[in-house]
């Protein structure tokens, strides 16, 4: 069985946001700007998608360490 | 590592295993796959979308759809994200937003959105729930920078070219929005993309399912409402001590 949940800390995805941006070579506010003229390449647009998802997250878990 | 409720890890290993399960019934070969991804705590969160399982750092991948052409077999991309939390309660799984993305393989412009944010109207009249279109036209360009009020006035002061992109056309709201069925009938029925046998009756199955949950969630809005359509309909349907009747109907008239 494959498995489809994983449960993660802030400490896990700070981690992996780090990972993404390394993956890119983009700093967070050089994808923002690529995404909002609509210029992200494919791989880019999945990478910045990851990286919202992580820091909608964060956001939400401010109360929590 | 957190120690979340099982009971909550349940829900979303769930609603991840039934997209993937209604995608792998409509769709050939389909990879990648829906993984929730949760965060703990007391307000836990989750973000469930399609990622290649054996990428450590998860990054999001669009689904793959094909299409048989007459020349040449082509690819669509179908970017789903759906970014969810728990209500008060901590028993039910609740939306707060969800982007489904349609596009072409190899060009990352989609062709269009559906998304939904339930927190978007609170700051604009933009619609909790709309459809957007990556397209252009000329007269559309110049009626969204016309005018000085609204947004017409805002994309102006912007001084940027305005894309018909922008456009949020509304698509019924919180409880009426389309699901990932239909956003997956458009790529099919529109779009030439491959389908199982038997996918349209797993597109009705999933659709009716969401419909169900909706319903339910309109009805919790308006009860004296659904009370009253079911006595019009023969139905005795009497109140009880611990019954909720505070009415949430302006979420009716909400955009």
Request: hydrophobic share 40%; glycine share 6%; charged share 35%.
């Amino acid at each position: 069985m494959t498995v489809t949940v994983e449960i993660l800390s802030r400490a896990d995805l700070r981690k992996r946001r780090q990972r993404l941006l390394e993956r890119a070579h983009a700093t967070w506010s050089d994808l923002e700007e690529r995404a909002a003229a609509q210029a992200l390449t494919e791989n880019e647009r999945g990478i910045y998608d990851t990286i919202r998802s992580i820091d909608w997250m964060l956001s939400r878990r401010r109360d929590r360490d | 590592m957190t120690g979340i409720d099982p009971g909550l890890e349940k829900k979303a290993e769930e609603f991840a295993d039934t997209l993937n399960e209604r995608v792998k019934r409509v769709l050939p070969d389909i990879q990648p796959l829906f993984v929730a991804q949760v965060l703990d705590g007391r307000k836990p969160s989750l973000v469930v979308a399609p990622v290649q399982l054996d990428d450590e750092d998860r990054q999001f991948q669009p689904l793959v759809l094909k299409a048989e052409g007459r020349q040449r077999d082509t690819k669509l991309t179908l970017r789903a994200m759906l970014w969810c939390c728990f209500d008060v309660s901590g028993t039910h799984l609740t939306i707060e937003k969800s982007e489904y993305h349609l596009g072409l393989a190899g060009v990352a412009d989609p062709l269009f959105r559906y998304e939904y944010d339930r927190n978007l109207r609170r700051n604009s009249h933009l619609p909790a729930a709309h459809f957007q279109i990556h397209a252009h036209r000329d007269e559309a360009a110049w009626l969204m920078v016309h005018s000085d009020e609204a947004r017409p006035g805002k994309r102006w002061r912007r001084d940027r070219v305005p894309r018909l992109s922008e456009l949020h056309f509304p698509v019924g709201g919180d409880r009426y929005r389309p699901c990932l069925e239909d956003i997956l009938t458009i790529a099919i029925n529109e779009l030439g993309a491959k389908m199982k046998r038997g996918a349209w009756a797993v597109l009705e199955e999933g659709r009716a399912e969401w419909r169900r949950i909706q319903l339910k969630s309109a009805v919790r809005d308006a009860p004296l409402l659904a009370a009253e359509v079911l006595s019009e309909n023969g139905w005795d349907v009497s109140r009880t001590d611990g019954a909720v009747i505070q009415e949430r109907t302006h979420r009716l008239g909400e955009i």
